[in-house]
């Protein structure tokens, strides 16, 4: 069986040509995933739009009322707190109006900020998204440390994403799991799995850098409308 078609994406085709010559590393990489010392992570569903993140004793992280983590209209519930997204940057006019119609706007500079539902004090920062496989989600706590999102792998089948913090550490990678059946497998959160490194254990955020940043690996293979 020969390898999946790639979606079609705004990326160059030299930026695929350069890509795709990564691809048996990235290929390595997801195999040798599982095999990486730290907590395993993975979501479930626990009600049509509600989702734990839960370790591998079913132990719950953080839950998000929502379809996603990162939805703007979600409310994530961690270390027995409340935090909601807030719209740091206005969306321009044109933004707005596209959205109305079921359109797919991202920019880099986008922000959002995660804030405790009762005192508006700010927890998380998020800037920028992935989309059709350009990764410039970066992640900013209260200490200032930033966290990049890099993603290996042209095909979503070789897909692992690294939460990197600004001194080099890894904290948290997710990787996409395989299916048996290929086509509709429902919500994307079904096939990922993730792992916590000891490091990242160590980091007093690590369960809202986690639940804030679960999205990004499926967002990146996702295509359409962008400006």
């Known amino acids: 069986m020969g390898e999946p078609q790639p979606e079609r994406g705004p990326l160059s085709l030299q930026a695929k040509r350069e890509a795709l010559k990564a691809e048996p590393a990235a290929r ?7 095999h990486q010392p730290g907590t395993r992570l993975r979501l479930r569903r626990s009600g049509s739009r509600r989702w734990d993140l839960v370790d591998s004793g079913d132990q719950v992280w953080a839950t998000c009322d929502g379809r996603t983590f990162s939805g703007s209209k979600t409310i994530v519930y961690a270390a027995g ?3 909601r997204w807030v719209e740091a940057t206005k969306a321009p006019g044109r933004d707005v109006a596209f959205r109305a119609i079921g359109g797919v706007v991202y920019h880099d500079d986008h922000t959002r900020d995660l804030v405790d539902a009762t005192n508006g004090q700010l927890v998380l920062r998020l800037t920028g998204h992935h989309f059709a496989r350009k990764a410039s989600t970066v992640l900013t706590l209260p200490d200032r440390t930033t966290i990049t999102l890099p993603v290996s792998g042209w095909y979503r089948e070789n897909g692992v994403l690294s939460a990197v913090a600004d001194s080099g550490t890894t904290l948290v990678e997710y990787r996409f799991n395989h299916v048996r059946r290929r086509g509709m497998i429902g919500h994307p959160y079904d096939r990922v799995g ?10 007093p955020w690590i369960v809202l850098i986690a639940a804030a940043s679960c999205d990004c690996l499926g967002s990146f293979y996702d295509t359409g409308g962008t400006f």
């Not at 390595?28 to 599982?34: P, S, V």
């Open 28 to 34: 390595e990489r997801w195999a040798g995933f599982e």
């Open 81 to 83: 707190r409340a935090f």
């Open 194 to 203: 993730a792992i916590v490194s000891p490091t990242g254990l160590s980091n």
